[in-house]
């Protein structure tokens, strides 16, 4: 990843703040201490998003009581969140020719499966396998979605329910996700692997794969992101033209359509029946809860699984059932998953339920929920099979996968009970196993640079013509950053004297509960200049005796090495431990509640830089800024939001442009940096001309 290369060395500040002083010998640098309640720093921001986040939620429930009073703001209730919905993904690409293939054929006990192929894209392929039953067509038919299975359709719970509902008289389609099964999207053809990268504990679905799906899934949403759009437009999508291809076989009935999935498989089901008029009856499984008890749980899943901006927009998890209103749903869940809070599910009931009683339909949504854990278990494909036969059959029947069962068993000795009927290889589409692998094929990350580079084309006229207000009004919008002009009160915390200078431990009130550090070095004799120091990993990192902030103080300047929120003393996700940490920063979760919230951290830290630079105006006559790493994207924003702040700008260690993330496989820490949106308006060489710096480095101007 290209970075910033040093440039000139920037400084200073002078003010005498009275503390306590600490001798040298016990020179201890952390400034901020435990609240009175207990709460540490490092919890401190993520306590404030978390008390945001369901401040939200309470505004979405209460205007969803308000909303009750009639059945034409029930209607406009669905339309505005189908309206939202569409627009957060990046709306819906063009159809285009299937030319579908079907590559192979298996006969099994009661059912038969065509191995599929469709183009839902152009270059861009899915595959699929079809279960037909043995009864004579035309039959309904049933999108079954993969959860995050490694082997995608080739799981067994998903063969299972696809057989179940295939010897009950209607066709069941299991497909591959992006970043699953034969459909990988971040190959590596030059070595072969048996377990993943980054879970070596697993076993990979095919020798080129080198990442979890999960880890896939996060990496070409944050891809996404940048452009305007979300990952979950390409499982929506999919599922979209899976329907089509269904309708064009004469042996389907085109008006009885299906559609069912657990976990991530749960998520696609809930987002095509919100958005998808042909699919007659939907029973999405183990997902569906409130975002209230997600972040308060496990936090935000991978990449589809958050729309940018919904919690504060008023769309929750309940909105999937509402807006498809009043079709039949069945909630499927399990009251032991640990994954998808119970709680939180009947909460979504509730609320569906009676947003369908307003409707006048509320026999049409139901829930089953066995007392068993996450999974599509045999207790929940026995449920949708019937459920499916009630809608799509208009028969009512018993359904046993099992002829008898024991009067009691446990988890793994039911899933014993029922194995499924084909390996991987055996169900497998691609002669090579993965699409990618097939010449002249397209990944996410192409398609979404592609759409990337006719961005560029169309905003760079458009940025051209605005004068400097629009601009700035522009770039506040698109990050979120305030038009806050307040000074913060400084909280002297404590003095370290060296033989340079003094140390003064300072802290500024960012949020109501969220407190932000800096270092105060005042040199012997102070000038009247200034220089903001942001380093993007701590104010202590080139804060020791002999570093670079010591050198600048021993000319004479006085350095303010301050922190931005989730940097340094407050930065957070030191008690989760997730698959793909590493690669999306360990306050992945943190940074995607935000995303959620329609929060960036680029437009937080931004408004963080200035409240740092009005603290300082209050001290010196002259303010230059330094940001490194982390610190330096929003450090650049805040120099191009107040020119006349800074007498110079300095850049160390930051991506060149946004536009390199978009196609970039191997960005690592990056997700931090993700504003939703922002390249159809902007990027990062543009806020460097503003400012007027060309090239690689920020310099005095």
Not at 79 to 102: K, M, N, S, V, Y
Not at 329 to 348: P, S
């Amino acid at each position: 990843m290209s970075r910033f290369r040093s440039y000139a060395t920037i400084l200073c500040i002078a003010s005498a703040l009275s503390a306590q002083t600490i001798s040298l010998g016990a020179e201890d640098l952390t400034v901020l201490k435990p609240a009175a309640d207990g709460v540490t720093a490092e919890q401190a921001f993520e306590q404030w998003l978390t008390r945001e986040f369901v401040a939200m939620t309470e505004l979405r429930s209460g205007a969803f009581e308000k909303m009750l009073k009639s059945a034409a703001a029930c209607r406009e209730w669905q339309e505005q969140r189908r309206t939202f919905f569409l627009e957060r993904i990046g709306g819906l690409p063009e159809r285009t020719p299937l030319d579908a293939r079907i590559t192979g054929t298996l006969k099994g006990n009661g059912y038969r499966v065509e191995k599929i192929i469709l183009e839902t894209r152009p270059a861009f392929h899915l595959t699929a396998n079809l279960y037909l039953p043995e009864t004579p067509p035309p039959w309904p038919a049933v999108l079954v979605a993969c959860g995050h299975s490694h082997d995608g359709k080739a799981a067994g719970q998903y063969q299972l329910v696809c057989m179940l509902l295939a010897r009950h008289g209607m066709a069941a389609i299991c497909y591959d996700p992006i970043g699953q099964g034969e459909r990988y999207q971040m190959l590596d053809t030059t070595k072969e692997r048996t377990v993943f990268d980054d879970a070596p504990h697993v076993k990979v679905p095919h020798p080129n794969v080198r990442l979890m799906c999960t880890t896939e899934h996060t990496a070409t949403g944050f891809s996404s992101a940048l452009i305007g759009a979300n990952v979950a437009q390409f499982r929506i999508w999919d599922g979209m033209r899976v329907i089509d291809y269904l309708q064009s076989r004469k042996d389907i009935i085109a008006e009885k359509i299906g559609c069912t999935g657990n976990s991530g498989g749960g998520t696609e089901t809930a987002y095509l029946m919100a958005l998808e008029d042909r699919i007659v009856a939907a029973a999405p499984g183990c997902y569906l809860t409130t975002f209230r008890k997600l972040i308060e749980t496990l936090g935000p899943q991978d990449g589809e699984q958050n729309i940018f901006g919904q919690i504060a927009f008023g769309m929750d998890e309940a909105d999937y059932c509402i807006m498809r209103a009043p079709k039949p749903t069945l909630i499927c869940a399990g009251k032991r998953d640990a994954t998808f809070d119970f709680g939180g599910t009947w909460e979504v009931f509730r609320d569906a339920k009676r947003f369908y009683s307003r409707l006048g339909s509320p026999e049409t949504i139901d829930m089953a929920v066995p007392d068993a854990p996450h999974g599509f278990t045999l207790q929940l494909r026995e449920a949708v099979t019937r459920f499916m036969s009630r809608w799509l059959l208009g028969k009512d029947v018993i359904v046993r996968e099992i002829a008898k069962l024991p009067d009691s068993f446990t988890d793994d000795e039911l899933r014993a009970l029922s194995l499924p009927d084909w390996t991987p290889e055996q169900l497998q589409c691609m002669p090579k196993g993965q699409v990618l692998l097939t010449p002249g094929e397209r990944s996410v990350f192409e398609i979404n640079a592609e759409i990337a580079i006719a961005l560029r084309k169309s905003r760079e006229s458009t940025w051209l013509r605005m004068d400097d207000v629009a601009k700035k009004k522009t770039i506040r919008e698109t990050i979120g950053a305030r038009a806050d002009d307040t000074t913060p009160s400084i909280e002297k915390l404590g003095i370290i004297e060296r033989d340079f200078c003094k140390i003064t431990k300072v802290a500024i009130a960012a949020e109501e509960g969220l407190r932000l550090p800096a270092l105060l070095f005042v040199p012997k004799k102070p000038s009247r200049k200034a220089t903001l120091y942001l380093h993007g990993t701590s104010m202590k990192t080139d804060a020791a005796p002999g570093g670079p902030i010591e050198q600048l103080v021993q000319q004479g300047h006085t350095v303010l090495a301050a922190e931005l929120r989730g940097i340094g003393e407050t930065e957070t996700g030191l008690r989760r431990k997730v698959f793909g940490a590493g690669r999306f920063g360990r306050d992945n979760l943190e940074i995607l509640t935000a995303y959620l919230m329609g929060k960036s951290y680029v437009g937080m830290r931004t408004d963080d830089v200035g409240r740092w630079t009005r603290v300082l105006k209050t001290m010196a006559d002259e303010v230059h800024l330094l940001a490194i790493g982390e610190a330096a994207i929003p450090a650049l924003h805040a120099a191009a939001l107040d020119r006349t702040a800074y007498k110079s700008t300095t850049l160390r260690e930051m991506i060149p442009s946004w536009d390199s993330l978009v196609s970039a496989t191997e960005a690592v820490d990056q997700s931090v940096n993700t504003v939703h949106g922002v390249l159809r308006h902007y990027d990062l060489p543009d806020l460097r001309k503003m400012i007027g710096v060309e090239g690689e480095a920020a310099g005095s101007k």
